[in-house]
């Protein structure tokens, strides 16, 4: 009688967990697929500010201009057609707010009702010509040509120094910046907590007393429950100051100061994982060093550390992943310039916090909220390779032993 009635609850625990398992799996892979398909889209974009129109004269032979240059002639670094594959002429710029060097009030309208056909007019009578206009402004009769500016690539995307996602009129959409900012400020935390949270975990698996591990223990772990913006808010009022006084800085939103809050948020995870890791090596494998002579600190250095590798590891990739993916404390802290880094003493953005305090504004579907979910891509990416790596190695370590 109770075997008949034990089979269907088992069967029912078995379904609900195979849908709960199934259900969870699908929602993690759509997920992924939304945030590629948002992010991947910007690879399809011309990178014209939103809404405008960037015209030539129609016998200019000047075909396609990439956005760096159309910034370049914006900021008189290019003044000639010829430095852009062009005839040997000036280029002449003109933006909406120059026409009432052409035309006067009555002439454009009161409520501008004759606009369009006067910005027609300036593009159609001066062949060096650049003009840039809102596109509500482009006549049904435009006798210009809309000039093609290059799309977006991958490479250029990756590699461009330059984040200016709402510049006018061509966007800079380069995230080198955000990324070597989000690796520095990354690295600099786990340099910091891994060797650190190692210490710790050592003492409280082998060195402190059980009453003080007892109290310890669930401090620690208490910590790892500390809203961000806690950390931000010490970091803002304690670290900052202290690194601008201490090396004599403008500022002290630094990386530096992204990478010592990183790293104490990330302690408590690093400690709890490693010391449970280094609390499983087997009793006899520690008698057995201390018996051949080993001292207390051999024990742990030469057989502890190495039986517990696979476990500290995984402390190792929750500590980056805590780092490389934590937004509200490092918005606080570094500065949020998107520079190319070049040391721990200046400011940085990473690409987290530019996520965080871009998306509100980027109107969705724009150019500016697909180049966010891009970054997104490249964060999931950029973890995925982190933890692949640490399995390997994991692996690895696991084999020689």
Known sequence: MNRFFQ????????????????????????????LFKEGLGIFSQTPVAEGSVIAVHPQNPVK?????????????????????????????????????????????????????????????????ILAYFPDEYLSKDFSGRRLKLAKITVLGFITGTQWYPTIEPAVQMGVLSLILGTLLVSF?????????????????????SPKLRGILKP????????????????????????????????????????????????????????EDALRTTPRAMKEASLALGASKWQTIYKVMIPYSISGISTAA????????GETMAVLMVTGNASVIPTTFLEPVRTIPATIAAELGEAPQGG???????????????????????????????????
Request: charged residues 15%; proline residues 4%.
């Open 64 to 128: 396609e201009l990439s956005a760096k240059e159309v910034k370049e002639i914006f900021d008189q670094e290019i003044t000639n057609w010829n430095q852009v594959g062009g005839a040997n002429a000036p280029i002449k710029i003109f933006a909406l707010d120059d026409i009432t060097d052409y035309y006067t009030e009555e002439q454009i309208g009161a409520n501008f009702e004759y606009l369009p056909q006067r910005i027609n007019e300036i593009v159609a009578k001066d062949p060096n």
């Open 367 to 401: 150019i500016h909220y697909q180049a966010l979910f891009a970054l997104g891509c490249i964060l999931f990416l950029m973890t995925l390779a982190i933890n692949l790596t640490v399995d390997m190695v994991s692996a690895k370590k696991k084999e020689n032993r």
């Open 317 to 324: 990739i929750l500590g980056i992943g805590r780092a490389i």
């Open 7 to 34: 089979n269907p609850g088992e069967k029912i625990i078995e379904a609900l967990i195979t849908i709960s398992g199934t259900v969870t799996s699908l929602t993690v892979l759509l997920i992924v697929f939304f």
């Open 188 to 208: 600099g935390a786990i340099l910091f907590a891994l060797p650190l949270g190692l210490a710790t975990s050592i003492y409280l698996a082998e060195i402190a």
């Open 219 to 274: 401090v620690i772990e208490l910590l790892a429950g500390i809203p961000s913006v806690v950390y931000g808010f010490f970091g803002l009022v304690v670290i900052v100051p202290l690194i601008q006084d201490i090396f004599g800085l403008p500022v002290g939103e630094t990386a530096l100061a992204g990478s010592l809050v990183l790293g104490i948020m990330a302690l408590p995870t690093i400690i709890s994982v490693s």
